[in-house]
């Protein structure tokens, strides 16, 4: 049972210790955009990349950290968004 608590706090701990690395490299702000399907209309945005929308009429793409396309689901954004949460629900951020 020890064992157990430790190691999930060890895991925590570690786990913190890499994102904020990688926080402090890449910046404090992350943009995330989700592009959601509307059975209505026919889709109008082209998806150049992962970090990239390309709206009707316009040459230069706008640019996120990571673009979700009208196909993505719910569980692709939840699952990328998983460590954040975990680090906000335990206070590390």
């Known amino acids: 049972m020890i064992d157990d608590h430790l190691t999930a706090f060890i895991t925590a701990i570690v786990d913190s210790f890499v994102c904020c690395q990688l926080q402090d490299l890449r910046g404090n702000i992350r943009v995330f955009c989700r592009c959601r399907y509307d059975s209505r209309t026919k ?23 990571r673009v979700f396309d009208v196909k993505s689901t719910q569980e692709e954004v939840l699952t990328l968004l998983e460590l954040r949460q975990r680090r ?6």
């Open 43 to 65: 889709c109008c945005l082209q998806f150049p990349s992962e970090t990239e929308i390309l709206p009707p009429n316009t040459k230069k793409p706008f640019q996120f950290n």
């Open 88 to 93: 906000i629900k335990t206070g590390w951020e």
